[in-house]
C-alpha cells in the first residue's frame, strides 16, 4: 500500500529553514567542544611539573604568598599543613564522637538492662486510700465477659478448669513478709498531657519512670510498707531497647530476686492496660474522681509447670472481695 501526502511550497520552505537551523547548530557546538578540548589541553601542559601548591595558588588565589619573598615556599607549606591539620582533626573528632556516641549506647543498654531494685523517695505527703465514697460505674457499651461469680466477684474462665466453689473460695493468709513487684513490660506509661509531659520512646511508652507503671509500682510499695509490709520493687527494663522478649526478661529479674529473698510471700507483676479506650473497659467514678477498672491475670496449669496457681487465684479473689466492699466494681 502507498500513502501519498500533498506538500504546498509553504511546508516545503518551511522546512528548509528548520534544516537549516539544525545543522548550524551541530557544526557550532562542534567547534565549541573542539575548542574547549584544546583549551583543557594546554592548561595540563603548563601545569606539568607545577607543585600541588602552585595549583592551589591558581585556584585559591588567597593561599598565594608574595612571589617576591625567598621563603614562600615554606610559608604555603605552612598554611597548607595547618589547614590540613584542622581538618583532619575535625575529622578525627567526629569519629571520637561517633565512636563515643556508640559506646554511650551500648553503656545505656548494659545498665537499663541491669538489675535495678530501688525504694524510691518521693518528696509527696503519703495519701490513704478514702473510704464510704459514691461509687458509679460509667455507662458503657462493653458486653460483660465473665463466667463464673463467686459472692460478687466475677471471673472470666479461660482455661479448662471447671472453677468450683471449693477452688473459688479465699481461704488463703497473706504473710507481711517479703513481697516483690516488678514490671515486665516497664516502659508503659499514661496519656500525656499539658501537666505531665514526657519524652515518648513508642505508642505510649517512655524510659521515663516517673511517668510509667513504675511511678504506680513506687505507690504501692509506699502504701504497702506503710502497712507493715516488706517490699522489694525491681525497675529493671524488660521492654527496651527491645520489646521482643520482655517475659523471658522478666523472668530472669524474677528469678534472680527470688533467689535473694527466699521467704517472698507475694509477686506481683504490675502492667497498664488499655489506653483512652472505652471500648475495653468501663470507668468507675469514685467521689469525683475517675479510676479505670482492674483486672488480675491468673495463669492456670495447662504446662503442668505452676501447681500454685489456685492459691494465686483465692489471692486474687480475696483482694477483689476487699475491693468491691470499699469501691464497688473498681475491679
Avoid at 502492667?271 to 468507675?284: C, E, K, L, M
Avoid at 467514678?285 to 483465692?314: C, D, R, T
Wanted: a neutral charge; hydrophobic letters at 30%.
Amino acid at each position: 500500500m502507498i500513502n501519498m501526502a500533498v506538500l504546498n511550497l509553504k511546508d516545503i520552505i518551511k522546512y528548509l529553514i528548520k534544516f537549516t537551523v539544525v545543522i548550524a547548530l551541530v557544526i557550532g557546538l562542534t567547534k565549541y567542544f573542539s575548542t574547549a578540548k584544546a583549551s583543557v589541553a594546554q592548561k595540563a601542559e603548563e601545569l606539568e611539573g607545577v607543585s600541588f601548591i602552585s595549583c592551589l595558588d591558581t585556584t585559591i588565589p588567597g593561599i598565594a604568598n608574595d612571589k617576591r619573598n625567598t621563603n614562600v615556599e615554606k610559608e604555603k607549606s605552612s598554611i597548607l599543613e595547618t589547614m590540613l591539620h584542622l581538618n583532619l582533626g575535625m575529622i578525627n573528632s567526629l569519629k571520637d564522637n561517633d565512636h563515643t556516641d556508640k559506646n554511650q549506647v551500648e553503656e545505656n543498654k548494659q545498665k537499663n538492662n541491669t538489675e535495678e531494685t530501688t525504694n524510691q523517695v518521693i518528696d509527696e505527703p503519703l495519701q490513704k486510700a478514702e473510704t464510704g465514697l459514691e461509687t458509679e460505674v460509667q455507662k458503657t457499651n462493653v458486653p460483660e465477659k465473665y463466667t463464673s461469680e463467686y459472692k460478687g466477684v466475677k471471673v472470666k474462665n479461660e482455661t479448662e478448669y471447671k472453677l468450683t466453689e471449693e477452688i473459688l473460695t479465699p481461704n488463703v493468709t497473706v504473710k507481711k513478709e517479703n513481697i516483690l513487684i516488678f514490671h515486665t513490660h516497664t516502659c508503659e506509661s499514661y496519656t500525656s498531657s499539658e501537666k505531665y509531659k514526657y519524652k515518648q520512646t513508642g505508642n505510649y511508652r517512655t524510659t521515663d519512670r516517673n511517668y510509667t507503671v513504675v511511678r504506680v509500682g513506687r505507690e504501692l510499695d509506699r502504701q504497702l510498707q506503710n502497712y507493715g509490709y516488706k517490699v522489694t520493687h525491681s525497675e529493671t527494663y524488660h521492654d527496651y531497647p527491645s520489646y521482643s522478649g520482655s517475659y523471658e526478661n522478666s523472668y530472669k529479674t524474677v528469678t534472680k530476686l527470688l533467689e535473694k529473698n527466699k521467704n517472698t510471700d507475694i509477686v506481683i507483676d504490675l502492667h497498664r492496660d488499655a489506653i483512652s479506650d472505652y471500648s475495653y473497659a468501663p470507668t468507675v467514678k469514685i467521689g469525683n474522681e475517675y479510676a479505670a477498672q482492674l483486672m488480675f491475670v491468673i495463669g492456670g496449669n495447662i504446662s503442668k509447670e505452676h501447681p500454685n496457681w489456685q492459691q494465686n487465684l483465692k489471692f486474687a479473689v480475696k483482694i477483689q472481695q476487699k475491693a468491691n466492699e470499699m469501691y464497688p466494681r473498681i475491679i
